[in-house]
C-alpha cells in the first residue's frame, strides 16, 4: 500500500492568504472611498474584492497543481520499483515493454510483466489484475515480488505458479483483515519458459495467449484451454506445462493484457491486434520497440485517446545467432552448434541485474 502523509500548510503559503485578505480588510473599513454609496465608490469597491477574490483562486490553483505534480513523483516512483522495466537484452533475446493506464493522467495500472534470466531458461509473466489504478498496485506488487524469488528458486513452472497462487491468497487475506472487500478480487496470469534451446513451455491462468510473429506470419501460440484465474478456484493438484514450440531465431513472441483486444472504437468494434502485428512486419522484419510503437499508436487511434481498461504489452524476439535450429520440414544431418560460433554446452545465463 503507498501512503501519502499530508503536510500542514506553512508559513510561506499561509502568507499570501494572508495579505490578500488584509488588503481587503483594511480598505472596506479603513478606506474612506469604500463608505460611499456612490457609483463611482461601488465600482472601485466591486474592483478591489474581485482582485482580491481573484488573487485568492489563482494562489489555490498553483497549490493545488503542485500537490497533483508531487502526487505523480509519488507514483513514477512507486511504478518504478514495482514495474521495472525490462532489460533490452535477455540471454540472447531482444525485449520491449509498455503499459498504458486506463485513469486518465495516471502512469500506473492493474496490469503486471517481467522477464528474468535464470538457469532454468528465461521466465516470464503477465498478467492482469482486477480493476486499474492505484488501487490495483498492491497487488501488482505481490504478485511480481513472489515471481522474482520464485523464478529463480523452483525448477519447473508449476511450482511457480503455485508460489504466486499463495503469495496471492496471503494478500487478500491481509487486505480483508484491513477491511477491504476481496470477495472478487482474482488475477489472469500467463507465465513462460524459453528454454536455452528455443524451447516455449507455458502455464496460462485466464490470461490471453501471446503471438507469434515468424517472418510476416502472426498466429497464435497456441489454442489449449486455459486454467482459472488465479484467486477464484484452488489449483489442480496436477501441474503440468504446456509444451508450445520452439522460438526460432528472428521470431517473436508479443504478450498482452486482454485491454488491447477488448479496446473499442466510437462504433463499438474491437481492436484487431493480429491485423495490426501484420501490418508492422509486413515489409521488412522490425524490432520489439518498434512493434510496441506500431501497437500503441493503432491502440489511441482505434480509441480516440480514451483506452477503457490498463494495457500492457512485452515483446521478445530471439536475436540469437542462427544454428541448429531447424525449422519443421529441414534437416540437420550435420547437427553443427546450436548457435553459430558456440559451442554446445550453453554456458549459463548471464546475470542481467481473458479470452472475450
Request: a positive charge; charged letters at 25%; one cysteine or more.
Amino acid at each position: 500500500m503507498i501512503r501519502m502523509k499530508a503536510r500542514a500548510p506553512t508559513a510561506r503559503g499561509a502568507v499570501l492568504p494572508a495579505v490578500w485578505g488584509g488588503v481587503a480588510v483594511g480598505y472596506r473599513f479603513g478606506c474612506p472611498l469604500a463608505q460611499q454609496d456612490g457609483l463611482g465608490a461601488r465600482i472601485v469597491t466591486s474592483a478591489v474584492f474581485l482582485a482580491v477574490g481573484t488573487g485568492l483562486i489563482v494562489h489555490v490553483r498553483r497549490t493545488l497543481l503542485r500537490e497533483l505534480r508531487q502526487a505523480r513523483r509519488v507514483a513514477r516512483a512507486a511504478q518504478s520499483v514495482v514495474l521495472r522495466p525490462p532489460p533490452p537484452r535477455l540471454d540472447g533475446l531482444n525485449v520491449a515493454a509498455a503499459q498504458l493506464s486506463a485513469d486518465r493522467g495516471a502512469c500506473v495500472g492493474g496490469d503486471l510483466y517481467e522477464a528474468v534470466a535464470t538457469e532454468h531458461g528465461v521466465r516470464v509473466v503477465m498478467g492482469d489484475v482486477r480493476g486499474h489504478g492505484l488501487a490495483a498496485l498492491g497487488t501488482v506488487a505481490a504478485v511480481l515480488g513472489s515471481f522474482r524469488e520464485a523464478a529463480h528458486d523452483e525448477p519447473e513452472l508449476g511450482r511457480v505458479l503455485r508460489r504466486l497462487d499463495r503469495a496471492l491468497a496471503r494478500h487478500l487475506r491481509e487486505r480483508a483483515r484491513a477491511g477491504h472487500p476481496v470477495a472478487e478480487e482474482f488475477v489472469t496470469l500467463l507465465l513462460l519458459e524459453i528454454g536455452r534451446d528455443g524451447d516455449v513451455r507455458a502455464l496460462n491462468c485466464g490470461h490471453p495467449w501471446p503471438y507469434r510473429i515468424s517472418g510476416t506470419s502472426v498466429e497464435q501460440l497456441t489454442r489449449v484451454d486455459p486454467l482459472p484465474p488465479l484467486g477464484l478456484f484452488p489449483l489442480p493438484t496436477e501441474l503440468e506445462s504446456h509444451a508450445c514450440g520452439r522460438l526460432f531465431p528472428d521470431d517473436s513472441l508479443v504478450l498482452f493484457t486482454d485491454g488491447a483486444e477488448d479496446a473499442r472504437d466510437a462504433r463499438g468494434r474491437f481492436f484487431s491486434l493480429p491485423t495490426v502485428l501484420r501490418e508492422a512486419v509486413r515489409d521488412h522484419p522490425v524490432s520489439p520497440q518498434s512493434v510496441l510503437r506500431s501497437v500503441f499508436r493503432a491502440l489511441l487511434h482505434h480509441t480516440a485517446g480514451r483506452p477503457t481498461d490498463d494495457i500492457a504489452l512485452l515483446v521478445l524476439r530471439n536475436d540469437r545467432r542462427r544454428g541448429t535450429l531447424p525449422r519443421p520440414g529441414t534437416t540437420d544431418p550435420a547437427k553443427p552448434p546450436l548457435f553459430e560460433g558456440e559451442p554446445v554446452a550453453w554456458p549459463g545465463p548471464q546475470s542481467t541485474g481473458r479470452s472475450r
